[in-house]
């Protein structure tokens, strides 16, 4: 994702009905803001959405919510909207945010959250780094606040560390696995049903194999 300085960018967000401009006014109010009170779930980190659109598509009656960090990749999630909104395709389930995920207490109100999906997320290799990888304790800490009681969180990466990290942390953080697999895609019943992400696609076929995992406290 080298596309953090699109000009421009911020403006065409900024005008978008795709996109929710102030989330801070909303915890306790997503469903208001669907207009139902249909199950909500959040990918955060969602790059140019891919994933969400194609979840939102295939299940209409759960509203899905894509957190991005930086404009310039949004935008890209935007036009694709865009696109699809001119053959009558956008879906009317999915709305985005642009934001740091490290303010996500912020945004969503207590156990609001069905379900909160980590697709290949940025791998913060140095060790001084470690606290803003999306599935440190730290950021388990923040979702353990705005997913309900029997919701769930699924990771997916092809990074080994990564996703090493990623269990060494849930005990500690008081969460378990309720599935793993160190290669998604040879696992028949896991993968079913199974929406790649654009990273996903684009590593699997480099031959790598995908982690994933779904946890639950
Ligand atoms: N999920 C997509 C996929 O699987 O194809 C994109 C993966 S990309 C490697 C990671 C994305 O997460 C990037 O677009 C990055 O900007 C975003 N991201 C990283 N840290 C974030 C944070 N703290 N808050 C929001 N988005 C973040």
Same mark, same amino acid.
């Given at each position: 994702m080298r596309l953090r300085n699109i000009t421009g960018s911020r403006e065409a967000i900024g005008e978008s009905r795709f996109v929710v401009h102030e989330p801070e006014q909303y915890p306790g109010k997503w469903r208001e803001l669907f207009g139902n009170e249909n199950p909500l779930c959040a990918e955060i980190g969602m790059g140019k959405g891919r994933f969400l659109m194609e979840m939102a598509k295939q299940h209409p009656s759960v509203n899905f919510i894509g957190i991005e960090k930086y404009s310039s990749v949004l935008l890209r999630a935007i036009q694709k909207m865009?696109?699809?909104?001119?053959?009558?395709?956008?879906?009317?389930?999915?709305?985005?945010?642009?934001?740091?995920?490290?303010?996500?207490?912020?945004?969503?109100?207590?156990?609001?959250?069905?379900?909160?999906?980590?697709?290949?997320?940025?791998?913060?290799?140095?060790?001084?780094?470690?606290?803003? +990888?999306?599935?440190?304790?730290?950021?388990?800490? +923040?979702?353990?606040?705005?997913?309900?009681?029997?919701?769930?969180?699924?990771?997916?990466?092809?990074?080994?560390?990564?996703?090493?990290?990623?269990?060494?942390?849930?005990?500690?953080?008081?969460?378990?696995?309720?599935?793993?697999?160190?290669?998604?895609?040879?696992?028949?019943?896991?993968?079913?049903g199974n929406v790649m992400t654009e990273y996903e696609e684009r590593f699997s076929k480099m031959g790598n194999p995908i982690c994933k995992y779904i946890i639950y406290r």
């Open positions: 865009e696109e699809l909104e001119q053959s009558g395709q956008a879906p009317a389930n999915i709305k985005f945010i642009r934001m740091d995920a490290e303010d996500i207490t912020k945004v969503f109100g207590e156990g609001e959250l069905d379900r909160i999906y980590l697709n290949f997320s940025d791998p913060w290799p140095k060790e001084r780094h470690a606290k803003r +990888r999306l599935p440190s304790g730290q950021f388990l800490a +923040r979702y353990d606040r705005i997913l309900k009681k029997d919701g769930e969180l699924e990771f997916k990466t092809d990074n080994q560390e990564l996703f090493d990290f990623a269990v060494g942390e849930l005990e500690g953080a008081g969460w378990k696995a309720r599935e793993l697999t160190r290669d998604l895609h040879a696992d028949e019943r896991l993968c079913e």
